[in-house]
Antibody
């Protein structure tokens, strides 16, 4: 059974960096056909995809245009986890942050496993 | 604004059938996937691909698609189906994936 678990600070000061980690169990972050994603949710923005990292003979990243200048997602194969860094945060970045596995295959393209989510508040 | 459009709210009488729709040009190319989210919980995948259901999801949840519209149908809605439902698909160009704005389903 694949499980994802987010961890990180629940409070971040404006202009600082938001850092979260997603620990993966039951699968490998290097597995073909998967991508490891960060998604956030706020009342004003709904579910918002932020970015992903995936391995296809080498590591790739894709980022949402809305945060592309501020975001980094990195895999850590030694710990089987991946991380999110979001720079220069503002109160608009206050949200519940989820990590999720995108599974891709024949007739299958979906986020099939989600972490429980972690609330991050940006406030001074 | 989302590139996938959903009605904000839908209601259904207990035991009746309801369809939740999702519209967007990406759906002409890519299949929609559907997620159920209850308050305080993470989204759960309920339908994916042409018409597939993850293990553990009741068979009253079905999916279909035509043109630029995908639908999630609940046949014989139960009280526990009251939740927010989100559609999602891949995109060609721009961000690689997108979510709809969500539909709040009320079971009366």
């Amino acid at each position: 059974q694949v499980q994802l678990q987010e961890s990180g600070p629940g409070l971040v000061r404006p202009s600082q960096t938001l850092s979260l980690t997603c620990a993966v169990s039951g699968d490998s972050v290097s597995a073909y056909g998967t991508a490891w994603n960060w998604i956030r949710q706020s009342p004003s923005r709904g579910l918002e995809w932020l970015g992903r990292t995936y391995y296809r003979s080498m590591w790739y990243n894709d980022y949402a245009l809305s945060v592309k200048s501020r975001i980094t997602i990195s895999p850590d194969t030694s710990k089987n986890q991946f991380s999110l860094q979001l720079n220069s945060v503002t109160p608009e970045d206050t949200a519940v942050y989820y990590c999720a596995r995108w599974n891709s295959g024949y007739d299958f393209d979906a986020f099939d496993v989600w972490g429980q989510g972690t609330m991050v508040t940006v406030s001074s | 604004s989302s590139e996938l459009t959903q009605d904000p709210a839908v209601s259904v009488a207990l035991g009746q059938t309801v369809s939740i729709t999702c519209q967007g040009e990406s759906l002409r190319t890519f299949d929609a996937s559907w997620y159920q989210q209850k308050p305080g919980q993470a989204p759960v995948l309920v339908r994916y691909g042409k018409n597939n259901r993850p293990s553990g999801i009741p068979d009253r949840f079905s999916g279909s698609s035509s043109g630029n519209t995908a639908s999630l149908t609940i046949t014989g809605a139960q009280a526990e189906d009251e939740a927010d439902y989100y559609c999602n698909s891949r995109l060609r160009g721009g961000d690689p994936v997108v979510f709809g704005g969500g539909t709040k389903l009320t079971v009366l």
